[in-house]
């Protein structure tokens, strides 16, 4: 059974900085597509930032390039999104994920890819 749950949300004024954590069992965060995604309040859920296997390509969406930053740790088996320079519109529930295909693609920035969800992290960005 796959599970994930992430951990590190919080407020924070903008141009702060938080670490997102995504700890999983059931499935090897080295060999599997990871993600994070978002949603605020009244809009679709949008994707942050993919992750092919720890070989593969990273993508981020164009509003957090250069900001986030989403790695592997494998030995604990974790997914991290740093996010720095955070402004109001990053205010958002964060979504870890993962695919169900070993050494699959995360095509882009798309979630068809992604099979298994985290409940989420809440993160308020305050101007």
């Known amino acids: 059974q796959v599970q994930l749950v992430e951990s590190g949300g919080g407020s924070v004024q903008a141009g702060g900085s938080l670490r997102l954590s995504c700890a999983a069992s059931?499935?090897?965060?080295?060999?599997?597509?990871m993600g994070w995604f978002r949603q605020a309040p009244g809009k679709e859920r949008e994707a942050v930032a993919t992750s092919d296997s720890a070989y593969g390509s990273t993508v981020y969406a164009d509003s957090v390039q250069g900001r986030f930053g989403i790695s592997r740790d494998n030995a604990k088996n974790t997914l991290s999104l740093q996010m720095n320079s955070l402004q109001p519109e990053d205010t958002a529930m964060y979504y870890c994920?993962?695919?169900?295909?070993?050494?699959?693609?995360?095509?882009?920035?798309?979630?068809?890819?992604?099979?298994?969800w985290g409940q989420g992290t809440q993160v308020t960005v305050s101007s």
């Open positions: 994920a993962a695919g169900r295909v070993r050494w699959g693609s995360c095509r882009g920035l798309s979630s068809v890819a992604f099979t298994y």
């Open positions: 059931g499935v090897t965060v080295r060999a599997y597509c």
